[in-house]
């Protein structure tokens, strides 16, 4: 009987088993083959000899990321933790606020900033009417890095709320009656609870952000690369598809160690916090 | 009498039923391609779509034919030719530029055209037959015609400029544009130079790689289409660009001016070809002769505001375009210009490599380090203080 019912719980796995095979293991092989191969098939490490070229990009890209991450962070924390605390109601209809600019196309958000930041555009054009001097944004790196924090601020909000909506009550009550105040029943209870959520959020914003492309085109003036922004050029126009894997290896192997990193980080964060009990 | 007039009548008849079947020019029946459909790969904004009044071609071609036209767009000739090439998607009708339609050609990606089909090839001017990409006209079909300019704003730009120096003007800094594709900028730099645009010499790429780059302070941004927007809101003085895209902006800034630099300029002939992978040759073909036909020609050339290759347009009279200088410049003939031919690879190689390394040039390398340093610093410290802590703790219990 037991038999039978793992083959039966294997055989419902089955269709989830061969999507993830075809869709993220096969294409992981071909980044992978094709960063280790040449235009003819053959092996060689030309690919990876040319990376060391561009150690500025990557690590440029890192920064960003890293910045607009922490960023992101110090925002949607006391956002989601507002929300998380107000009424039902209230909650819904400012969640849904929040998901509001991921209704339309992160393309034309980003084009829409690039006419609100220029020179030109409607933030200098409010200034110089009210006497002001205009300020120079767009093309810089504060441009860049505010497009990812707009683009991706809604991922870091939302599972950080969802922890919080989840959070037991009574941990908060029990803390206050042993004497805690307000800021260490935060630190004490309330924070260490939500690492979780704020581990997904890191993730969420910080991967989308290392890897962007077009946020730097249009908001940085094609200026600066990101690396991806190389990345996009090696198969739009280089079409030099083994060069473009490798860098994409080592991107998702950089973001990979990140990550590691961080996990091992935030579960260090859980037993020294209150989640033991 | 009226018995005779019967007689002739049905001799008439008769005589025109059966006459067409010797007559050389017997229009073709292709009724058995109703129903059927045809991919078109074409650039963006490049063929009359019913906007604002016009005709909207693919429209008028079902009404007329029945065949069914699934459009889509690129935006350069080298996305284009990695979609063809991939040998994923399959498309009957694909219209690039010279230089690319070589590439294709020599490897195979188009197949030659049917020209019994394409009645209307009559109306390709002679000079834009036998091209250097298709020198027996076998491949291709013009269908358009451009020059790349200069667009400046009169009210920034002091007098009337006519050289490529414009583009590296220290008064200008911070106001110019440059084209976000290597091919396209690395050839205004090679007209400064005075290099041929498609030399094979390293040494000669790199020397307009180091223009670009002498450049790079004073460019504000690369880019492609977004051009329009930044030219007409005025963000930027100065951009290399399309000619005949300089008339749209004109339309929306009387501000903007035109000029082709002294030094040379790159020519370019889009025209349509029929890949390989067709599936729908003969249909494909009547769409060919349908867009190169005189009225379609012309409401094309309206909406678009490219230079025509087809005389029927520049002969008709509804053709508001035909005296404009931009298009059809009267020193054509003095104008220094030169195609774009296909790369080999390895030259195709250096190029996009120093293109990689002008665009990954930053300029506030040092903070970067400098903040990546502190970072992972800081993290460092937390740890610490964080383990410190809870060892301590644990002692507490202990």
């Known amino acids: ?277 | 009498m009226k018995k005779i007039l019967c007689i002739i009548a049905s001799v008439l008849v008769c005589a025109y039923s059966v006459l067409p079947a010797f007559a050389v020019d017997k229009p073709k029946d292709y009724s058995h391609l109703k129903g059927t459909e045809i991919n078109v790969y074409n650039w963006g904004e490049y063929i009359s779509d019913g906007a604002e009044g016009s005709m909207d071609v693919n429209e008028e071609f079902y009404k007329e034919t029945g065949i069914r036209v699934n459009y889509t767009t690129f935006d350069s000739n080298e996305n284009m030719y990695n979609k063809l090439k991939g040998g994923g998607a399959n498309y009957d009708i694909v219209i690039p530029s010279d230089y690319m339609i070589a590439r294709l050609i020599e490897e195979g990606l188009v197949q030659k055209i049917d020209f019994s089909n394409i009645p209307n090839y009559s109306n390709i001017m002679d000079q834009y037959k036998n091209l250097y990409f298709d020198p027996t006209n076998e491949y291709s079909v013009p269908y358009n015609v451009g020059l790349v300019g200069i667009i400046y704003n009169t009210k920034v730009v002091e007098g009337e400029p006519d050289s490529i120096d414009l583009l590296w003007d220290e008064r200008y800094a911070g106001k110019i544009l440059n084209f976000n594709n290597p091919r396209d900028a690395f050839a205004l730099a090679q007209w400064k130079a005075g290099i041929d645009l498609n030399t094979t010499d390293p040494d000669e790429w790199n020397t307009a790689f180091e223009l670009l780059k002498q450049q790079k302070p004073l460019v504000q941004s690369y880019v492609m289409d977004e051009v329009f927007n930044k030219m007409e809101s005025e963000e930027a003085a100065i951009a290399p660009y399309y000619a005949g895209d300089f008339l749209i902006m004109n339309e929306n800034n009387e501000n903007l001016a035109f000029f082709y630099p002294k030094e040379g300029t790159n020519i370019f002939v889009d025209s349509i070809c029929i890949p390989s992978s067709s599936q729908n040759k003969e249909a494909a073909e009547l769409y060919i002769n349908f867009l190169i036909r005189g009225d379609v020609a012309l409401q094309n050339a309206e909406y678009i505001c490219y230079a025509t290759p087809n005389k029927a347009v520049l002969e008709s009279e509804d053709y508001s375009l035909k005296d404009e200088e931009i298009l059809y410049p009267e020193n054509m003939d003095e104008l220094v210009t030169e195609y774009f031919h296909n790369l080999d690879p390895q030259t195709q190689l250096v190029m996009t490599t120093l293109w990689d390394s002008l665009k990954i040039d930053g300029n506030e390398n040092a903070s970067i380090y400098i903040g990546l340093i502190s970072f992972v610093a800081i993290v460092f410290i937390v740890v610490i203080v964080v383990a410190v802590r809870k060892k301590r703790r644990a002692s507490y219990y202990d």
């Open chain 1, 1 to 277: 009987m037991n038999k039978n019912s793992s083959l039966r719980m294997k055989l419902y796995a089955s269709p989830h088993i061969v999507w993830s095979a075809i869709f993220i293991v096969v294409p992981l092989i071909m980044v992978a083959y094709y960063s280790f191969t040449n235009a003819d098939g053959a092996f060689s490490l030309e690919n990876i000899y040319r990376l060391s070229d561009y150690t500025t990009t990557f690590l440029r890209s890192l920064w960003y990321g890293i910045i607009a991450t922490i960023i992101c962070f110090i925002l949607a924390y006391p956002i989601a933790y507002i929300i998380s605390q107000s009424k039902l109601r209230i909650q819904t209809t400012m969640i849904m606020l929040a998901m509001i600019p991921m209704w339309m196309n992160f393309l034309i958000r980003t084009y829409a900033w690039m006419n609100i930041l220029e020179d030109s555009g409607v933030i200098n054009k409010i200034l110089t009417t009210i006497g002001l001097e205009p300020v120079h944004m767009i093309n810089t790196p504060g441009a860049v890095i505010l497009g990812m924090v707009y683009n991706f601020l809604p991922y870091m909000i939302l599972p950080i709320y969802s922890v919080m909506t989840k959070l037991d009550k009574n941990l908060v009550e029990a803390a206050q009656d042993l004497g805690a105040g307000k800021v260490s029943v935060f630190a004490k209870v309330v924070f260490p609870m939500s690492v979780p959520g704020i581990v997904s959020g890191i993730t969420m914003v910080f991967v989308p952000s290392v890897s962007t492309f077009y946020i730097s085109q249009k908001l940085g003036g094609g200026t600066f690369a990101l690396i991806g922004d190389v990345i996009e050029m090696q198969f739009q126009i280089s079409n030099n598809f083994h060069f473009g894997a490798a860098l994409s290896l080592v991107l998702m192997i950089l973001i990979l160690i990140c990550m590691a990193f961080m996990n091992r980080f935030s579960s260090n964060e859980d037993v020294g916090g209150g989640m033991v009990i």
